[in-house]
């Protein structure tokens, strides 16, 4: 469904694997661009491109992926479709499109997971497993676009990946409810700031914990009710406290060990935990007794489904929610880029403006 690769482009490439990444990262001229879409494929001119986590794992090295390098990373940007394959509608040419990085892949699907489900084996990420859309064009499956209209190429391209791994968490799998109260850890990552965006749109009261001062500030702007300066200690009394004691209906934790218990003691009874990641480690300590005493529910969820996509890039187009942008630069700054990401010292998406 990829392209073959013919011209050449600028891209932003990583060279080796690893850590910090930053130094290995460089802006070529000398990059084979896709020239030919694959059926059932599209080639895309990025206008804008943004960074994720995910940016820093392929840097540093996947655990259980053996990825080569050099290579392009990115698992969000916006751009102009310019070419599709066969057996493509070419209507699609010429539209300004976002996309989903999960690929639906056909081998050694079951029956009941399918492959637009990220619960196929072994599913591939456009970022990851493919070269990514760091760079002036990139190779997508037609079924993972989805079009945006006029929207601000730059928070079009900080939207899709986050946007769609919360809205599956929260909605789908958490089937999170308007009213209810919700937690959200480590804010300023792509993931927190779209979980508070979402939460914002059901009007459920949202309190959130940074271990930066200034990235609760900016939280209060976008909407949280209630703030908690993460300074590693027991934090779950304030939360419960600011929910009326009762706990909240729902945690959103994307750092893992160094707050999943905190989240854990923070939750009402019938609560739920969902999780899509964890930045600060796996081995997290637990409670099981609190879990099936207060009948809790622990999800973890990964990116989403075409369906989805579709579901949470709707609201995007008609302007229900936004991604947080925290820098916009440009491809020659892209050290920059990854040094700032390296740091977590941004809020929201930083994003490079190819145009």
Not at 82 to 87: A, K, R
Not at 112 to 128: K, N, V
């Amino acid at each position: 469904m990829l392209a073959r690769y013919g011209l050449l482009m600028r891209a932003i490439v990583v060279s080796r694997q690893a850590w910090p990444v930053s130094p290995n990262v460089c802006l070529r001229a000398d990059w084979m661009e896709p020239h030919a879409p694959a059926p059932g494929g599209a080639v895309v001119r990025t206008l804008c491109s943004a960074f994720n986590h995910m940016d820093l794992w392929v840097g540093r090295g996947v655990p259980g992926l053996n990825l080569a390098y050099p290579r392009v990373s990115g698992c969000d940007a916006c751009g102009v479709v310019e070419q599709v394959g066969d057996g493509v509608n070419p209507d699609w040419i010429g539209k300004r499109v976002i996309y989903n990085a999960a690929i639906r892949v056909d081998r050694h699907c079951t029956p009941d997971e399918g492959p637009r489900s990220t619960l196929a084996p072994e599913y591939e990420l456009i970022g990851e497993h493919h070269f990514g859309a760091h760079a002036e064009k990139f190779s997508v499956p037609v079924d993972n676009l989805a079009a945006v209209g006029d929207a601000d190429p730059v928070e079009a391209a900080g939207f899709g990946l986050c946007a769609l791994t919360a809205w599956s968490m929260m909605v789908t799998k958490g089937q999170l409810r308007p009213g209810q109260c919700v937690l959200i850890t480590g804010i300023g990552g792509g993931v927190a700031t779209s979980a508070l965006a979402i939460a914002r749109h059901l009007n459920c009261p949202v309190c959130v914990t940074s271990r930066h001062e200034w990235k609760l500030d900016r939280a209060r702007q976008l909407g949280a009710d209630e703030v908690v300066l993460d300074a590693g200690q027991d934090w779950s009394r304030q939360v419960r406290a600011w929910s009326g004691k009762r706990g909240v209906d729902m945690a959103v934790d994307s750092v893992g060990k160094a707050t999943h218990l905190n989240c854990i003691k923070s939750l009402a009874r019938g609560g739920t935990y969902v999780t899509p990641g964890c930045t600060s480690g796996p081995d997290a300590t637990t409670d099981l007794a609190r879990i099936f005493w207060n009948q809790l529910r622990i999800l973890g969820s990964t990116m989403g489904s075409n369906d989805e996509f579709k579901e949470v890039t709707a609201l995007f187009r008609g302007r229900a929610v936004a991604p947080a942008i925290d820098q916009v630069m440009k491809p020659e700054q892209c050290a920059d880029a990854y040094r700032r990401l390296e740091a977590g010292e941004q809020f929201g998406k930083i994003v490079i403006d190819w145009r």
